[in-house]
């Protein structure tokens, strides 16, 4: 199994610009979830995916929408990026059973916008 | 105000140190608390669950105190290999997403 893979790895956009990251988990997770972490502000949510054809705005959804293609997809689109915009995202799959939980993470997208 | 609430550190301590971390959540009915370590510049993942009678992991141990709403991480016997950031986790319910501290940050130094 990949897990949950992230495209691009990097990515420079000029103010302005749109772009799509990509996200994929081949572990048949239901929830997925796209996070951006900035220094000195931890991981703060952006939007998530409880189930296929659902999404939720997190604690950090302006400027941004998602799209829950399929279960294995989770997509996150900047329409018109920002410099404020400049992070490091991450999208994570979690996978539930009755001993826990575990949420794994892509290895995420640095993302500069100038 | 973040709900989850950890010292950002450093902790600078020399290798085989015992170290603690605590970690305070606001949210009284939550229920699913975890540790999830972050390398530098890579993603975090999951160290452990912490339940409430606690739990230990090889040299690592989590707590959880219900009643003053924290929750606290344990190292003993430091290795240069547990410098990292660590993430305190909570869940308010079972399909709520989870809430994320800043992270504390631990330098082992030989």
């Known amino acids: 199994n990949a897990g949950v893979t992230q495209t691009p790895k990097f990515q420079v956009l000029k103010t302005g610009q749109s772009m799509t990251l990509q996200c994929a988990q081949d572990?048949?997770?239901?929830?997925m979830y796209w996070y951006r972490q900035d220094p000195g502000m931890g991981l703060r949510l952006i939007y998530y995916s409880a189930s296929e054809g659902t999404t939720d705005k997190g604690e950090v959804p302006n400027g941004y929408n998602v799209s829950r293609l399929n279960k294995r997809e989770f997509s996150l689109r900047l329409e018109s990026a920002a410099p404020s915009q400049t992070s490091v995202y991450f999208c994570?799959?979690?996978?539930?059973?009755?001993?826990?939980?575990?949420?794994?993470f892509g290895p995420g997208t640095r993302l500069l916008v100038l | 105000r973040k709900e989850v609430e950890q010292d950002p550190g450093p902790f600078n301590v020399p290798e085989g140190a015992t170290v603690a971390f605590n970690c305070t959540y606001s949210n009284s009915a939550s229920q699913s608390f975890f540790w999830y370590r972050q390398d530098c510049r890579k993603e975090p993942k999951l160290l452990m669950s912490?339940?409430?009678s606690g739990n230990e992991d090889g040299r690592f141990t989590a707590q959880l105190n219900r009643a003053s709403q924290y929750i606290s991480l344990l190292i003993r016997d430091s290795k240069l290999s547990d410098s990292a950031t660590y993430l305190c986790v909570a869940r308010y319910s079972g399909n709520t997403p989870l809430v994320f501290g800043k992270g504390t940050r631990l330098s082992v130094i030989a």
């Open positions: 572990m048949n997770h239901n929830s």
């Open positions: 994570a799959s979690r996978y539930r059973d009755v001993r826990g939980e575990t949420q794994y």
């Open positions: 912490v339940y409430s």
